[in-house]
């Protein structure tokens, strides 16, 4: 309600390419940041000498509307959690927990007086980060707050992953002291390779076009479409995570931003795979000729490369 009546606001979704997050912190475009760096020494021999953390947590804000007038509310940034490096022969893995609690107060119900808590729920990731003494590097996303959705940038700023399923609920009733990597657990992070450019492009069309989308909710391990049933829908995965199968085999998995069933549309009106959610899931639809033909059959193209393990 809060959001509908322009009292609050949705996020845009975070850029393709990270840019300087000065700037969108000071435009309000994130709820909070985990920037994980880290370094390591490496003598002429490839010994491990030295390593240590850079970077951190960095905190939004939430602007309010009310009357026409504008006020916005600072989060608070809870202490920076990172683990001593662990080191080995040739490598260093690092692992860092940045958060805190969003800018908006808003009640809760409790056990204990006076019944109602006017304190907002925490957000929180928690990103790893392993260098080798040759110059590689791999990172990931391994626990996150269940709310809101999470986007992880690569080191050169480029978008690859974001976490596949939200719980609002869940985050809301549960996100507080010893349930969160302060007190005593962390939440395991469900993460999906992000959707291409194109797909960003469709889902534009698919969610503002002419004829309004239909969304539709799957319960985890429910078919939303069946191979050799007829259809021309195609679907945009609006939250949780899609499984393609075809002939019993699995296929790939797709996550938030993903856009699927195209292939019905352009090969006859007959499904050539079937569509399981991995994950409760939340999808929006409409008829695929309300889309460009040839973009389709660009996404087509990728999602055959995909399915059958090519690069």
Wanted: glycine share 12%; aromatic share 8%; with cysteine.
């Amino acid at each position: 309600m809060a959001f509908d009546a322009g009292f609050t606001h949705y996020d845009d979704p975070p850029p393709g390419e990270l840019g300087d997050i000065e700037e969108l912190r000071a435009g309000d475009r994130f709820r909070f940041a985990n920037v994980l760096r880290a370094w390591i020494d490496v003598d002429d021999s490839g010994r491990i000498t030295g390593s240590g953390y850079g970077g951190g947590g960095m905190m939004g804000s939430t602007t309010v509307n009310l009357g026409g007038l504008h006020y916005r509310f600072q989060a608070v940034q809870l202490p920076d959690l990172q683990r001593d490096p662990e080191s080995g022969d040739t490598s260093v893995h690092f692992v860092q927990t940045t958060g805190g609690r969003t800018g908006l107060p808003a009640p809760r119900r409790v056990r204990r007086r006076p019944f109602v808590q006017w304190q907002a729920p925490l957000v929180w990731t928690t990103l790893s980060l392993t260098l080798h003494a040759d110059g590689r590097s791999e990172f990931a996303m391994t626990g996150a707050s269940p709310f809101p959705r999470h986007w992880v940038y690569d080191g050169d700023g480029q978008l690859s992953h974001k976490s596949g399923l939200t719980d609002f609920r869940d985050w809301y009733r549960k996100s507080f002291g010893r349930h969160s990597p302060w007190g005593d657990e962390d939440s395991p992070a469900l993460v999906t390779v992000v959707e291409t450019a194109l797909e960003r492009s469709l889902s534009v069309q698919l969610m503002h076009g002419a004829a309004k989308p239909r969304i539709q909710r799957v319960r985890a391990g429910d078919t939303l479409v069946r191979q050799g049933e007829p259809g021309t829908d195609i679907y945009l995965v609006l939250d949780g995570v899609i499984r393609v199968e075809r002939d019993g085999e699995r296929l790939a998995e797709y996550g938030p931003g993903a856009l699927l069933g195209e292939r019905a549309h352009l090969e006859g009106g007959v499904r050539t795979s079937s569509l399981v959610a991995v994950t409760a899931c939340k999808v929006a639809a409409v008829d695929a000729g309300q889309l460009d033909r040839s973009a389709l059959e660009e996404l087509s193209g990728g999602h055959r490369r995909e399915d059958s393990g090519q690069a």
